[in-house]
């Protein structure tokens, strides 16, 4: 069961939540960056419909889904019908289109699991990643969006996790550790089972938005304006809501049996998902189901080792929270 509101009593709210809003506002990206990011893209739209009929760009990640702290990469997705050519191919030929307008560091990864072109504007100094034709992670970050719109809460929370798990260095899919991606799932999660609930499940609602991605049909119900109210009824505060949310993964997940599911709103098992063996390299030591692509384990990354890692680093930040001295500073101390 979760930590109630009694149980954290023992912090000093009064000057610990407003420490915790400031760092997120300082986190939060300025008019300028904005309209620089806009810019950039708007250049880079023009730029491959005009030497590449049939291609489009989609943004993805943290600059569409809300959870972009400031200096952040940029995703973006290039999206071509196009059977004949492999992705290697496409990003090979995106990054010729990049090289001849002068971008720099353009770096065509062709053998990466996901294959992408990365590469920096000069103008702007901003450095962008495109995949090609993954739409599922558009639509996802779409999600992340509509379930940011509900409760500022939940921004303000994912923020935090995320300058948390960077200064920490636990935001590492390579050496092991979980993807942003991972902990704002987990933040929805976590604000989901709050009692009052803060969150929907925007999946178990009646649809409002539907699309096919391959073989994966995603629908939820997106006119998130309408319930702006939904988790007016609990009063919690951020600097609650962040010493519940290290505690519970400190102390309360269960992680041998549990799985987290923001599509369901709630707890399955390993068992039900057939999470319960190594295959090749994919562990479950820690597991959260993606909300479309149901047979993902976002925490598949995860090792013995980086699971220790991770556990410590979970408890290193409830202990702080729990007993100071000055959280807002230690909790974010470079590791
Ligand atoms: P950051 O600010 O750290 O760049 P981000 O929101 O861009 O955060 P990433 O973890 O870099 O988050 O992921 C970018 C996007 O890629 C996510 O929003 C998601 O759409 C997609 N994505 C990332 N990892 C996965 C994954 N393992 N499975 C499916 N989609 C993923
Ligand atoms: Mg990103």
Redesign the pocket.
């Known amino acids: 069961s979760l930590l109630t509101k009694g149980d954290v009593q023992r912090l000093d709210l009064e000057t610990f939540n407003p420490q915790l809003i400031s760092i997120y506002k300082s986190l939060i990206p300025s008019q300028e960056e904005v309209q620089k990011q806009r810019k950039f893209l708007t250049h880079l739209d023009r730029l491959v419909t005009r030497d590449w009929g049939g291609a489009k760009l989609f943004l993805?990640?943290?600059c569409a889904?809300d959870?972009?702290?400031c200096n952040?990469?940029i995703?973006v997705c290039l999206s071509v019908d196009d059977e004949h050519s492999s992705k290697a191919e496409l990003v090979m030929r995106m990054a010729g289109i990049l090289r001849s307008d002068d971008m720099q560091n353009v770096q065509a990864l062709t053998h990466a699991r996901v294959p992408i072109v990365k590469f920096t504007d000069p103008d702007t100094g901003i450095n962008c990643d495109i995949c090609v034709n993954n739409m599922?992670?558009v639509v996802?970050?779409k999600l992340?969006h509509d379930y940011s719109q509900v409760d500022p809460r939940l921004r303000q929370l994912a923020f935090l996790v995320?300058h948390w798990a960077k200064q920490r260095q636990v935001?590492e899919t390579y050496r092991g550790t979980l993807?942003?991606?991972a902990y704002?799932l987990m933040c929805i999660h976590f604000l989901q089972q709050r009692r009052p609930a803060i969150l929907p499940c925007l999946q178990k609602m009646q649809p409002t938005y539907e699309v096919t991605v391959g073989k994966i049909k995603c629908a939820y119900f997106d006119k998130v304006n309408t319930l702006k109210n939904f988790g007016t009824g609990n009063k919690e505060s951020i600097a609650e809501l962040l010493t519940c949310f290290f505690e519970y993964w400190a102390s309360f997940h269960d992680y041998n049996h549990a799985v987290i599911s923001v599509r369901t709103g709630s707890f399955l098992s390993k068992d039900e998902k057939d999470w319960t063996r190594r295959i090749g390299n994919e562990r479950h030591l820690i597991c959260i189901e993606?909300p479309f692509?149901i047979t993902?384990d976002?925490g598949r990354v995860v090792d013995r080792h980086s699971i220790r890692v991770l556990r410590d680093e979970f408890k290193r930040a409830a202990r702080i929270l729990r007993q100071g001295p000055n959280p807002a500073v230690a909790l974010f101390e470079p590791f």
């Open positions: 993805f990640g943290s889904n959870f972009g702290v952040s990469d995703d599922l992670a996802n970050s992340l995320k935001n993807s942003s991606y704002v993606d692509e993902h976002l």
